[in-house]
């Protein structure tokens, strides 16, 4: 039988996994296990003036040699163009969508926020971005741990874009269309991605989809109090024993370790990790790593 839990994770090529990545793909792998479920690896690489040569390959190297074993096929977007091109026709067709000439500029001039001057003028495809129309925007979606979550009004109603004038798949549209595809039952990853939520689980309703559940993982930040990320040169994961930086990642997810960890394999403090996973002690709030801490991993002594 089909396991009724499908878990994913889901990087970009744009860089080596980090600290930061590693809570996501650390709490969406026992978030899956502890539920006895299925826990899938998604490559997201659908933007390539921001991947980095060979990154794909060491990031799934990166998840081997840290002991979290995806189920399935690695799952690529590069390799996905047809299934995202039938579902901006099938949102055409059904009106969904329409052509916008808008500039950057202007919607920076107007406040920041598209006011859909493009919705009935009729353009065509040339030098033209693809927006949603949203009928029903989404206000407020259910976090399974901070609850209630609202939205910004505005942001929650603007039509967004689902295909780039560049000629790109927008971000909102694939991940939604491989959510789909691949029968994702809760989406568990940082609290960066809050924002564009609420235009997934449209775009899920307009798509006549049912979504999946959602859970937001703190992040953790650096000693200017900036998330750990690609673009703020986070060091990436240190080689070696994998055991250290895990137990350090269990502890920022507000799990807990027993003191004996270092007489444990990778394998035994995973399978530890799994039967102690309790997601209500997850923080909610982002945290600020120690200075220490983070030089610690990028010269691996952790």
Known sequence: MPSSYIGRFAPSPSGDLHFGSLIAALGSYLQARAHKGLWRVRIEDIDPPREVPGAASRILHQLEDYGLEWDGDVLWQSQRHEVYRAALDDLQQQGHSYYCTCTRSRIQQIGGLYD????????????AALRLRVVHPVVEFYDERRGVVQADAGLAREDFIIHRRDGLFAYNLAVVVDDHFQGITEVVRGADLIEPTVRQIALYQQSGWVAPRHLHLPLALNHDGNKLSKQNHAPALPAGDAR?????????????????WQDLTLEQLLQQAI???ECAKIPINDTKLAHTATSAFSNGSL
């Open 116 to 127: 859909g001057h493009c919705r009935t003028l009729g353009h065509g495809p040339d030098r």
């Open 244 to 260: 250290p930086v895990l137990v350090e990642a269990l502890r920022f997810l507000g799990q807990s370790v027993s003191e004996d």
């Open 275 to 277: 039967g102690r996973w």
